[in-house]
């Protein structure tokens, strides 16, 4: 019996790993609504669900040939366009991406805000066809 207490035991510590890529509630408002702010009249106009958005995503930036990408896991990676100047990004810094669907998202794919919390700023926007 007390081995298999051990077991449990050892398997509860396992399974509660830190997900360093896990957005809590609260950072998924606070980083929806800097997101949310940043867009202009006409992309709030095309927005479908008001101000929520559909997904909050926690990355890291980095450089791939010259491109700025937020880098997801070992194989998602996504392209953004730099739109705040005065905010310096550092390889490995963390970043958030937050997505908003669209009229235009059968067309272009979603609206995506790029969010660096050290400056709580949206520092960029993600690239649609």
Not at 84 to 89: A, D, F, G, I
Not at 96 to 124: C, M, Q, R, W
Request: aromatic share 10%.
């Amino acid at each position: 019996m007390k081995k298999f207490i051990t077991l449990i035991i050892i398997i509860l510590i396992a399974g509660c790993g830190d997900d360093s890529n896990s957005v809590t509630p609260a950072e998924y408002s606070y980083y929806g609504n800097i997101a949310y702010e940043s867009l202009s009249a006409e992309e709030k106009s095309n927005l479908l669900d008001g101000n929520k958005p559909f997904k909050v995503e926690q990355g890291i930036y980095g450089m791939i040939k010259e491109s700025d990408v937020l880098i997801l896991n070992e194989n998602e990676k996504f392209y953004f366009l730099i739109s705040e100047s005065s905010v310096l990004l550092n390889n490995g810094q963390k970043l958030f991406a937050v997505y908003f669907n669209t009229i235009h998202d059968s067309l272009l794919g979603p609206l995506v805000i790029i969010v660096d919390p050290e400056s709580e700023k949206a520092v960029g926007a993600g690239l649609r066809m």
